[in-house]
């Protein structure tokens, strides 16, 4: 666990199963269940932590340096990228991950906690983005945690669930199911090549275009799945030492402990005109190594 996920699990009421705390300038929901721990920020509706009971570590990487202001993006998680990604617009990679959604419903079972969060327009968003929408999160955690994010609005928007997955050790992970293809978006050279799985000994930013439905993470310890439902593309990201370096929300050795496989609508965009509704889904379940 990183030192943050502890201290805001700590923070909160240790007898309470569902609680909202304030840290530093965010409100966020920490959840307490007899199949696992998770919390929640508000501001963008953003999973900040998730860990099955039955698993020695996280699964969702959140940096120790993070800012936890009001409108600025959390470093980890898994932030929502929408009404774009990257630098289509400003803010990068869309305003969701940057404004309060609220959480619209609970629901508590003894084997999962389903959690709905929505963000429709208001003030805040009309100022930059002068649309009606509605999006809404809904994550159904358990002993695996699913999460679905339905995008709703009379325009073209393009979407990412854009995951940081805990590992211990960059340089001793890969990540496979990602297929052939992919738009480079660095112009480093010796580019990492997939032979089977893909390694990592340098900065790495692709999208991948024909991924496979599951992608399999594996370091040292264990085994993360990732079920894409509706994804056109996966991107892969870790900034590796040198941009890390420069990075305020993150510590200088950062980049060893996570890798972002993030579940993205981006060639085929989540809503349009003609299509106004559109849902972007991930499984992730983890698996002890054989
Ligand atoms: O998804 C990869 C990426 O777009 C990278 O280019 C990198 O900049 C990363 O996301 C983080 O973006 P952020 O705006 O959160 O600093």
Redesign the pocket.
């Known amino acids: 666990m990183t030192q943050i996920q502890n201290m805001i699990l700590q923070q909160a009421p240790h007898d309470e199963r569902i609680s909202e705390i304030v840290y530093d300038e965010i409100p966020m929901i920490v959840i307490r269940h007899s199949e696992f721990d998770a919390i929640f920020s508000k501001q963008g509706a953003q999973l900040l932590h998730w860990q099955p009971k039955k698993s020695a570590a996280p699964v969702i990487w959140l940096s120790n340096t993070s800012f936890f202001k009001q409108a600025v993006?959390i470093?980890g998680g898994v932030?929502i990228?929408w009404p774009w990604?990257?630098?289509a617009g400003k803010?990068?990679?869309g305003f969701a991950?940057n404004v309060l959604w609220e959480l619209d419903r609970v629901e508590w079972t003894e084997e999962k906690a389903i959690c709905t969060f929505v963000l429709t327009q208001n003030e805040q968003t009309l100022a930059i983005f002068p649309f009606p929408f509605t999006v809404s999160l809904t994550a159904e955690l358990g002993e695996t945690c699913t999460l679905t994010l339905k995008a709703q609005g009379d325009f073209e928007s393009t979407a990412?669930l854009?995951s940081y997955f805990a590992i211990n050790d960059i340089q001793k992970t890969t990540v496979s199911g990602l297929g052939a293809t992919y738009h480079e978006?660095?112009s480093a050279p010796n580019l990492p090549k997939i032979e089977g799985c893909m390694r990592f000994d340098q900065e790495v930013?692709r999208?991948y275009t024909a991924p496979e439905s599951i992608q399999i993470i594996c370091d040292q310890q264990r085994k993360i799945e990732i079920k894409q439902d509706q994804v056109s593309d996966v991107?892969?990201?870790n900034?590796w030492q040198a941009r890390c370096e420069t990075?305020k929300?993150m510590e200088n050795n950062g980049f060893e402990q996570f890798v972002?496989v993030?579940s993205?609508r981006l060639q085929q965009p989540i809503t349009t005109p003609q299509q106004q509704t559109g849902t972007i889904g991930v499984k992730i379940t983890v698996h002890a190594k054989s």
Do not use: T, Y
């Open positions: 993006a470093r932030p990228c990604f990257g630098d803010p990068a990679h991950r990412a854009h978006r660095l930013d999208i991107v892969v990201w900034p990075m929300d972002c993030e993205a």
